[in-house]
């Protein structure tokens, strides 16, 4: 199976050098289908700007350093130099085709690259990239399933997915979206198509770790939340709540709670509110803790240990660095 790309980039160089190609009504017995070329000789029927007056032994093929290839076995991301980069998958069977792709994105982000669906799957139990791009048209596992398993699973339906396809009908393009594909890109693409299309993803998905972020949690009205990162943070937020009073409830604990590898869920907790775990745990209690001072009469150290706190000069500190204020002082300020 090819990549889809060679006839469209065929027509596309034919018709920039004023030629024509064409499919001839009876082929012959040879050969199920034949495609005639027909181009002018010389260059008068070209512009100035189109003829690159130099000879093909005066070309220097240019030197692309490999992207980071992980192989199936191979689990877990490369130790990548510049840890401060947005990690991309890039899935796709063809290896010419896959270079391309890396040659014009590693040197803005850190690459992992599959040949097939079913080898990003495998990854992806493990590992958590920022984007995933995927051509559609791929042995073992294309790229509608790969992107249909990744929107349904909780632990990465938060990614960023961008389908290629060489097909091009609305049909085709309905059927990458309803899979839940943010972005998709027909073949032949400009390479700053590509690459725009990837930030806006990277931006959209900044402007939504900001708005989770700070006091989110505290401030949100989660009856009404909607989006599967919403209602992932709501499900987070449910279990931490009935566990409040627990203060052995840890990090530990709520993975199992939550059905997640202790990995996993801290790289999605981290990618959607820019906070560990632990603080989100904490962040929780801290706001509990708030609403009980302001419609309770409970003492402060009881309503440490309401939310999990054992000792209250620690819940007192932690309390001033979210409100500014002490508990005591919280409370004083809203009689």
């Not at 009876?26 to 002018?40: C, H, S, Y």
């Not at 998958?89 to 040949?115: K, Q």
């Not at 309905?174 to 198509?193: N, R, V």
Request: charged share 25%; proline share 4%.
């Amino acid at each position: 199976m090819g990549s889809g790309v060679g006839l469209a980039l065929s027509k596309n160089i034919v018709e920039l050098h004023k030629g024509e190609i064409t499919t001839p009504d009876e082929p012959g017995t040879w050969a199920k289908t034949v495609f005639q070329i027909k181009l002018r000789l010389g260059n008068q029927h070209l512009s100035e700007n189109q003829i690159v007056d130099v000879s093909a032994d005066e070309l220097q093929p240019q030197k692309v350093e490999p992207a980071t290839i992980v192989q199936p076995e191979k689990v877990q991301f490369p130790d990548f130099p510049d840890k401060t980069k947005k990690t991309l998958m890039v899935v796709e069977d063809n290896e010419d085709v896959r270079r391309f792709i890396a040659s014009v994105l590693e040197l803005d982000y850190n690459l992992v690259e599959f040949g097939n669906g079913l080898e990003a799957v495998n990854f992806l139990d493990n590992e958590l990239p920022d984007l995933v791009i995927s051509d559609i048209m791929m042995p073992e596992m294309d790229g509608i399933e790969l992107c249909r398993i990744i929107k349904t699973n909780e632990s990465t339906n938060h990614i960023p997915v961008l389908l290629l396809t060489a097909k091009a009908s609305i049909d085709n393009k309905i059927e990458g979206l309803s899979t839940g594909a943010d972005a998709y890109i027909t073949k032949p693409f400009s390479t700053q198509e590509l690459k725009l299309s990837i930030a806006n993803l990277l931006s959209a998905q900044d402007i939504l770790r900001k708005k989770y972020s700070g006091n989110f949690i505290i401030d949100s009205d989660l009856s009404s939340i909607s989006t599967p990162e919403e209602q992932f943070i709501k499900k987070l937020m449910r279990i931490i709540e009935e566990n409040l009073e627990n203060s052995e409830f840890d990090v530990n604990m709520l993975v199992d709670r939550i059905g997640m590898s202790r990995t996993i869920l801290y790289k999605k907790v981290t990618a959607l509110t820019n906070q560990s775990v632990a603080n989100l745990i904490k962040q929780i209690r801290l706001e509990k803790a708030a609403d009980i001072i302001l419609n309770t009469t409970h003492p402060i150290s009881e309503v440490a240990f309401m939310v999990g706190f054992n000792d209250r000069k620690h819940f007192s500190r932690e309390f001033k660095k979210v409100y500014n204020v002490s508990p005591s002082a919280y409370k004083n300020g809203a009689e």
